[in-house]
């Protein structure tokens, strides 16, 4: 008996996919299919597949075609698989030749040519458009662009900025630059909003009321009542409305936060994070300090991000402790924000005038999680324990700096009607009463 394998995705099953199993499967008598798995398609970069595992393993079972379906999860399976089956052929599509050439100590490899004019990237793309405008003046604007072509399904219609000359030249080639922000919001379905955080409010408020789904740069607001006024609007309207916290997104991130909440370090204690970036105000022309954003509202949600993850938001005690550089604009130069629960404690240190070590570390009864600078953008973290021998590293995909998983995070959202929460409503909200009382002054220690 001739045994044949085949590998991929099969994601929304397409004719390219039977044309290719019913061709392997005529190279021999038993035809096994390895269907990949999603953490394995997301450590190779495929971040934009549509279908469950589930869903597509059923695909294939329905072509008939297939004696035994397995699932491909690591790098270099291929070869266990094949001494394990006892596999006599192995096939891929043309668009893989030479790939798979080092196969060829165990079994013979042949390579079938790939049906031209479909593939699920293209059907990805028609499937659900996403227009999205975007709205304000950041260096991210760049990162965010250029991340925009790594998803399926995701165009961007131009940028609205008062101020269109501070534009950089990958700003200013998009299809529409405008000073008008209704413009912009007349051609898109949804808004990437990343102007000065003082402005998110209103502009994510008329955004919504336009029935526009927005994905906002944290910050959503200054104020907690406003965050939560934008969420019942966006309930209300059926829209989404997303935190732009790109951490969130990242795999690394996502996955300690279950490992913490999971036991793994068994009850969390205390939280310490760090972010910083150092710019010098005193080059600063006024234009420039307007655009400015303080500590507080550019780095404060990333290191409160993991604190209401873990700990939620009912802390018993908050002490703000900050330098203020500029009173007019609230420029703080360094901020701490330390928060006592009832059974733990957290502390958050955010500065623009201020150098520290960019890590994280979530202490536990059992052990602690260490994410070194910078965590918040971090493919990497260790659980360390008492006796080091039990310490375990974890490594993760990184693309985009986790800008990317954000996108196809919202497009996935707006697509499917459903919030999957990366950063919960409460967590949210939290974010913007800290902002609220930063501003207000409200129990703020002055050093
Ligand atoms: N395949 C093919 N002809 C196509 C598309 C895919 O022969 N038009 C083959 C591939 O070469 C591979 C198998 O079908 O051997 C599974 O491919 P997969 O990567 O799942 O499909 P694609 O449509 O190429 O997916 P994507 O666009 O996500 O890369």
Known sequence: MIKVITYGTYDLLHEGHIRLLKRAKALGDYLIVGVTSEDFDRSRGKINV???????????RSTGLADEIIVEEYEGQKIDDIRRLG?????????WVGTFDYLKEYCQVIYLERTQGVSSTQIRAEKGRLRIGLLGDSTILDKFIRECKYVNGVELTGIANEDTDCLSDICKALPLVTKNYDEILDCSDAVYIISHPSRHYEEVKHALERGKHVICESPIALKRNQAEECFRLAKEKGLILLE???????MAYGRLVLMAKTGKIGNIISIDATCTSLRDLRQFSEKELDREWNSITAWAPNGLLPVFQLLGTSYKDLRIVTRILDEERKLDAFTKIEFVYPNAVASVKVGTGAKSEGEMVISGTKGYIYVPAPWWKTDYF???????NDNKRYFYQLDGEGIRYEIVAFSRAVETGKNFAYISKEASEGIAEIME???????VLRI
């Open 437 to 443: 009382k930063y501003h207000d002054g409200e129990g």
């Open 87 to 95: 596999v006599d052929i192995f096939t891929v599509g043309s668009d």
């Open 382 to 388: 260790e659980i360390r324990y008492e006796n080091s």
């Open 244 to 250: 732009g916290i790109k951490t969130a997104y990242s």
């Open 50 to 60: 549509k279908q469950s595992l589930a869903e597509r393993i059923e695909g294939v």
